[in-house]
């Protein structure tokens, strides 16, 4: 018995020595994954596993570095063995969800999300995570429920406040996401994306003049980012600056000169700058990269008509009708292109359809010219 017990005394040093060997061989590889030594610390972490099999730490720690590393199916193995081990790992639940999310498999990470939560109630990063899932499944009233509770378990996060500041856009509650994002500013005035997310606040409550202020200081963070441009080009044109939108359309499209939307946009502003032939070369651009949108052939059709091309706004409103037949201004402004082209009888048909299609303007053309 004395024999057996001394064994057994030694078996327990021996597994409290691999434990401690494995804490520390974790410990060096934080430290390591903190200076971006990837490789030595996943050594490390696999050292550690080697040491004591029954570690869970050293699964979860290689585990972020995978997801660190975009391995997410490696990370996923790693999670299911430590939570093998421990099954009340908080952690490894929240970040296997994350592994889940990376991959696009939101459903399953908004489980594992879950049950981290139900491991720890107050787990404020779980609930936050369980909110993206939720935002990209267009659970926009779940989302904002986890993005609240997160930032009651953790108020001194701005990110948590930016947010469910964007939940608040979408749900259309314009003026509480406003104080989020303001509350995010207070904590942390360093990111150009709260700028930019209030002004689109304030742009949707009619505050033009604030949202341009958000948007200068968004593009004083941040010059290289074309949206921000196109944003504040928005706000301008809503103040009728519309030299200043342009300019800003003209810096959106240097920086990104793909965008088919900022072509249609800056050539709006130059038909209101009367500008019909720079509008039109805009227009062309515009359909060159997406032939698929017919506001852009209704758009070059006004220009169109302003430069008494008729036939040509005409090629242009019915290739937008064959995309989208339930337009009545397009069948309007074909109608009175047709009738500048002296063909009376299929304007008249054009008002005819605009008319049955909701649009009342319609009605004194029919009488007008319709006899």
């Given at each position: 018995m004395?024999k057996?017990?001394?064994?057994?005394?030694?078996?327990i040093?021996?597994?409290a020595?691999?434990?401690?060997?494995?804490?520390q061989?974790?410990?060096?590889?934080i430290?390591k994954?903190?200076?971006?030594?990837?490789?030595?610390?996943q050594?490390?972490?696999?050292?550690?596993?080697?040491?004591?099999?029954?570690y869970a730490?050293?699964?979860?720690?290689?585990g972020?570095?995978r997801?660190?590393?975009?391995?997410?199916y490696g990370?996923?193995?790693?999670?299911?063995?430590?939570i093998?081990?421990d099954s009340n790992?908080a952690?490894?639940?929240?970040?296997?969800?994350?592994?889940?999310?990376?991959?696009?498999?939101?459903?399953?990470?908004?489980?594992d999300?879950?049950?981290?939560?139900a491991?720890q109630?107050?787990?404020?990063?779980?609930?936050?995570?369980?909110?993206f899932?939720?935002?990209n499944?267009?659970?926009?009233?779940g989302?904002?429920?986890d993005?609240?509770?997160?930032?009651e378990?953790?108020p001194?996060?701005?990110d948590?406040?930016y947010?469910?500041?964007?939940?608040?856009?979408e749900?259309?509650e314009?003026?509480g996401?406003?104080d989020?994002?303001?509350?995010?500013?207070?904590?942390?005035?360093?990111d150009?994306?709260?700028?930019n997310?209030?002004?689109?606040?304030?742009?949707?409550?009619?505050d033009f003049v604030?949202?341009?202020?958000?948007?200068d200081k968004?593009?004083?963070?941040?010059?290289?980012?074309?949206?921000?441009y196109?944003?504040?080009?928005?706000?301008?044109?809503?103040?009728?600056?519309?030299?200043g939108?342009?300019?800003?359309?003209?810096?959106?499209?240097?920086l990104?000169p793909?965008?088919p939307?900022t072509?249609?946009?800056?050539?709006g502003?130059k038909?209101?700058l009367?500008?019909?032939e720079?509008?039109?070369?805009?227009?062309d651009?515009?359909?060159a990269?997406d032939a698929?949108?017919?506001?852009?052939?209704?758009?070059?059709?006004?220009?169109?008509i302003?430069l008494?091309?008729?036939?040509g706004?005409v090629?242009?409103?019915t290739?937008?009708?064959?995309l989208?037949p339930n337009?009545?201004?397009?069948?309007?402004?074909r109608?009175?292109?047709?009738?500048n082209?002296?063909?009376?009888?299929?304007?008249?048909?054009?008002?005819?359809?605009a008319?049955?299609?909701?649009?009342n303007?319609?009605?004194?053309?029919i009488?007008e010219y319709?006899?």
């Open positions: 004395t057996r017990l001394v064994i057994f005394c030694m078996a040093g021996t597994w020595q691999a434990q401690d060997s494995a804490q061989l974790v410990q060096a590889g430290k994954v903190e200076s971006q030594e990837f490789a030595a610390a050594l490390d972490f696999t050292k550690a596993i080697s040491a004591d099999a029954k730490p050293g699964y979860f720690e290689r972020k570095l997801n660190l590393q975009e391995d997410f990370a996923i193995g790693d999670f299911n063995i430590a093998e081990i790992y952690e490894a639940y929240n970040h296997r969800g994350l592994s889940k999310f990376y991959l696009g498999d939101d459903e399953s990470a908004i489980l999300f879950t049950k981290a939560i491991k109630q107050d787990f404020a990063d779980a609930f936050s995570n369980r909110g899932s939720k935002f499944l267009e659970d926009i009233e989302a904002y429920f993005f609240s509770k997160a930032i378990y953790d001194n996060d701005a948590k406040y947010n469910r500041g964007v939940v608040r856009v749900l259309e314009f003026v996401a406003i989020d994002y303001n509350k995010s500013i207070e904590i942390d005035n360093t150009p994306e709260v700028f997310y209030r002004g689109v606040a304030r742009y949707n409550i009619g604030g949202a341009v202020a958000d948007y968004a593009i004083a963070m941040d010059s290289t980012d074309a949206v921000k196109d944003n504040r080009a928005m706000s301008k044109s809503a103040l009728e600056d519309y030299e939108a342009l300019d800003d359309y003209n810096r959106s499209l240097a990104f793909e965008d939307d072509f249609n946009q800056r050539g502003i038909y209101v009367e500008d019909f720079g509008a039109i070369q805009d227009y651009t515009a359909i990269l698929e949108e017919a506001l852009f052939y209704d758009n070059r059709a006004l220009s169109k302003q008494q091309d008729y036939k706004a090629q242009d409103l290739t937008s009708i064959a989208f337009d009545p201004e397009a069948y309007y402004n109608g009175l292109a047709k009738i082209l002296g063909n009376n009888y299929d304007g008249c048909l054009d008002f005819n359809t008319l049955e299609l909701g649009l303007e319609a009605q004194a053309a009488k319709c006899k």
